[in-house]
């Protein structure tokens, strides 16, 4: 069983943690992908179809393992309820700048380091764990944010450069479709792009995230260097293992 309070140390350290996407809103989904043995796992309240309860609920379901929520946007209501609910973390999309990427970092962290709103969530029990969390929240708590645009590249070097970004996770397909080359993450327009940020990452001592469909599409990204590791998805696993038995069956 996974340590939910090491999360953030260990994306800062560099370890190499393996997770995969939950886009189906069901405790169930969670609490058997825990039971795999990832050591975290990526909750999508971008495009999955989650409230904050529901989310809640995954977290729940998930734990000790942690989890990490993908929230729409990079604005404080989303961000505070991800991180009330008990978060490991979030994982920002669509980080353009260095201005908007010290937004969302102040957003994560409470005063005085950040402008994070204090109220009473399951994040520290209730209240019960209140003085220990609010001691310690700061530290504990993973910003990832998403490099998946022509700007984010461009602004790249900036953004690493901020104190409190613990890693930055290429979104491969968005990054394509920004460069115009939707879906194809192997163009050579894609790949130096890819390349300019793993270069301002290193640069800067900050660990890099990349998310693919299978484990072919991400194992060349863990030789580069790439240390939050995103495969497969939920709706893709059961996808392919229900096809995979159909066509068995009928032989």
């Known amino acids: 069983m996974k340590e939910t309070q090491n999360f953030a140390q260990r994306v800062r350290s560099g370890d190499v943690l393996f997770g995969t996407l939950v886009s189906l809103p069901s405790p169930e989904v969670c609490e058997l992908l825990a039971n795999v043995g990832y050591d975290w796992l990526f909750i999508d309240a971008e495009h999955g179809a989650f409230n904050p309860q529901q989310a809640q609920s995954m977290l729940q379901a998930a734990a000790p393992t942690p989890c990490v929520i993908r929230v729409p946007e990079g604005e404080s209501v989303w961000i505070k309820k991800a991180l009330d609910i008990g978060a490991a973390g979030v994982i920002v999309p669509q980080v353009h700048n260095s201005a908007q990427a010290s937004k969302i970092i102040k957003h994560c962290k ?139 069956i009928r032989g």
Do not use: W
Not at 231 to 239: A, E, W, Y
């Open 110 to 248: 409470y005063a005085p380091s950040g402008d994070r709103g204090i109220g009473i969530g399951r994040a520290h029990q209730y209240g019960i764990d209140f003085e220990r969390y609010l001691e310690h929240a700061n530290n504990e708590t993973a910003v990832i944010l998403q490099a998946e645009s022509s700007s984010a590249v461009e602004h790249i070097d900036d953004i690493v450069s901020l104190k409190g970004v613990d890693a930055i996770l290429i979104g491969p397909y968005d990054l394509s479709a920004s460069l115009g080359m939707p879906g194809d993450i192997n163009h050579p327009l894609v790949q130096s792009a890819i390349d300019t940020i793993i270069k301002a990452c290193q640069k800067a001592k900050v660990s890099m995230g990349f998310f693919g469909v299978s484990a072919e599409a991400v194992l060349p990204y863990k030789e580069r260097g790439f240390t939050l590791l995103t495969t497969g998805v939920d709706t893709t696993f059961l996808i392919k293992s229900a096809s995979e038995t159909l066509k068995d």
